[in-house]
């Protein structure tokens, strides 16, 4: 089977997109793995994806000063290219949207939020803000899947590749929109909430301070998220809140602190590996999803985890 794994705009491999190509590589079974990138390819970009065993990497010559439109015809010349049948993307709004148009274009199925994809294409996802698991299975020749962050572990090649570099063209597509300005995202020395293998987020009980919370993600190489309520107080930006209407994490360990676990926010969580929750109200919803549960006061718990780590690393 010949797969293509659309990987957007990105120039440097990261660990989720890493993790979409060791299963392209798993399910191609002798077929060849394309790389769609939506910006020309640099060296180190083609190296990198070598190294998970892909054998073309599919590029447009100079990046597109539109959106939208663009980047859905260069999916179609990509898909045609590459003679794919499955086509893989991280689960990201700009993938998904790209997968949705083409599909309908092509009268192709389209499956997003993948959990996991076995060799007959069954795919497994949570659906209804997290309260069923379901399989489906595509009928038609052309499938496009969107996989979510952490579902598997990424695994380099036996021996990497040397993936030829083709370029694409675009044609036929009017602009949808035009970009006027940009501003870069502030930088930040945690990992991406969404890629993140640690996530520990905060919730009312903190009463407005995340100190606690951004000293213990930290000591645990993680990222920080948050609950509606603290966002909505204004405590943390809006972008760090997990849930129905936030963001959905799947990290190896959730650390869960003065959160009460209503149904919106697990949604957002609830695939996530390992479960600790911290909390005062030993009734609190929280724990019946927690692996760990630690009943007590914030304030009192979290400074010991933290020296405890840093002792533990000294
Ligand atoms: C349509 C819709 C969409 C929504 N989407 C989301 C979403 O995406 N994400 C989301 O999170 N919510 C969402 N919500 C809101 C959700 O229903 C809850 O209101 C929200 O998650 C509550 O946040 P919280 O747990 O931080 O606050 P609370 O429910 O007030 O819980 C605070 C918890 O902190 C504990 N606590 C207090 N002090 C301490 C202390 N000192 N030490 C330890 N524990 C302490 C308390 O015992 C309590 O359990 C949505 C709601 C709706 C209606």
Known sequence: MNILVDLGS???????????????????DGGVVSVLT???????????VGEYGVGRVLAPEKAAEDLSAT????????????S????????????????????????????????????????TKSVLAGSYTTTVRPQTDLVFITVKPNSLDAEKAESASTPQVQALEASGSRPAARITG????????????????????????????????????????????????????????????????GVTVSPQLYVSVGISGAIQQRAGMQTSKVIVAVNKDEDAQVFEIADFGVVGDLNTVLPQAIEELKRRKA
Do not use: C, M, Y
């Open 84 to 123: 794919a049948t499955l086509v893989l993307g991280p689960s990201t709004a700009d993938v998904t949207e790209w997968f949705g148009r083409l599909s309908v274009r092509r009268g192709a199925a389209v499956i997003t939020d993948a959990v996991a994809l076995a060799e007959d294409q069954t795919v």
């Open 71 to 82: 980047d859905t015809a260069l999916l179609e010349a990509a898909v045609d290219a590459a």
């Open 10 to 28: 990105s120039a440097e491999l990261t660990s989720s997109e890493s993790e979409i190509l060791t299963l392209a590589r798993q399910l191609a």
């Open 182 to 245: 940009s501003s870069p995202k502030p930088v930040s020395n945690r990992p991406g909430l969404t890629e993140a293998r640690v996530v520990v987020a905060g919730g009312r009980g903190l009463d407005g301070d995340f100190s606690l919370v951004e000293q213990l993600a930290d000591e645990l190489g993680g990222a920080v998220g948050a609950s509606r309520a603290a966002t909505d107080a204004g405590w943390i930006d809006h972008s760090a809140q997990v849930g129905q209407t």
């Open 38 to 48: 939506h910006v020309p390819a640099e060296d180190g970009f083609v190296s990198a």
